[in-house]
């Protein structure tokens, strides 16, 4: 099921060959950036996801890293609110998950850190139990004291806690836009999925240099 899609050659003709794709579903809406109404999410960028030696290892997504720290930096740089989520979860608040994983990603493991490249860049930590980041957190709470009304999404993993995030995002008014060399899936067909479903109504799916000239320029 796991495989390698991205890697350093080819992740800027993937994607863009995966915005072609689903272009004809997104009806190519342009991304117009309300600055002061935006903020950033990296999801789930931990160690449990990104090394190599762990059993839930993405293959690509260290290759999303330096996207999602030069989308972080840009962000930062516009005094833009960063989130970074770190995904935990014990017995009580596992729910289905506890039934579906045979592991659960506890507080006290270190695997449950943040990469230390994204850390490191800097954003506010936000603690959640389930896929989606907006369950039993205070993120949509944060963002409207922000007055926040685009959102951008970066992480792992697209189909899951990217996707449920996005929707959620969506049915409470955000805009949200995806950078699909910004995010990482096990496969392929998870990843192109997500924005086949996604680029309809929910998201806006972009390139990562896109969204950084447009965050320069402005």
């Not at 999801?43 to 260290?62: C, G, K, R, T, W």
């Not at 995904?87 to 270190?110: S, T, V």
């Amino acid at each position: 099921m796991k495989e390698q899609y991205f890697t350093e050659e080819n992740i800027d003709l993937e994607s863009q060959a995966m915005i072609d794709e689903v272009k004809y579903y997104s009806g190519m809406r342009m991304f117009k950036p309300d600055f002061g109404h935006m903020a950033l999410l990296v999801v789930d960028m931990q160690n449990y996801f990104l090394d190599p030696d762990e059993h839930a290892f993405i293959p690509s997504a260290p290759l999303i890293i330096p996207n999602i720290i030069e989308t972080m930096q840009a962000c930062l740089k516009k005094k833009m609110p960063v989130f970074i989520t770190r995904h935990i979860n014990n017995d009580a608040n596992a729910g289905m998950m506890g039934i579906r994983w045979h592991e659960l990603i506890k507080e006290n493991d270190p695997r449950s850190e943040i990469h230390k490249r994204i850390s490191d860049v800097g954003g506010k930590i936000l603690k959640k139990t389930q896929f989606d980041v907006f369950h039993e957190t205070d993120l949509d709470q944060q963002l409207r004291a922000a007055n926040v009304k685009q959102l951008i999404i970066t992480g792992v993993m697209t189909n899951l806690c990217c996707e449920s995030t996005a929707r959620t995002a969506f049915v409470k008014g955000f805009d949200v836009v995806m950078p699909v060399d910004a995010t990482a899936a096990y496969n392929y067909e998870f990843h192109l999925a997500t924005f086949l479903n996604l680029a309809y109504l929910f998201a806006r799916p972009v390139k990562t240099k896109t969204l950084l000239d447009l965050l320069k320029n402005a």
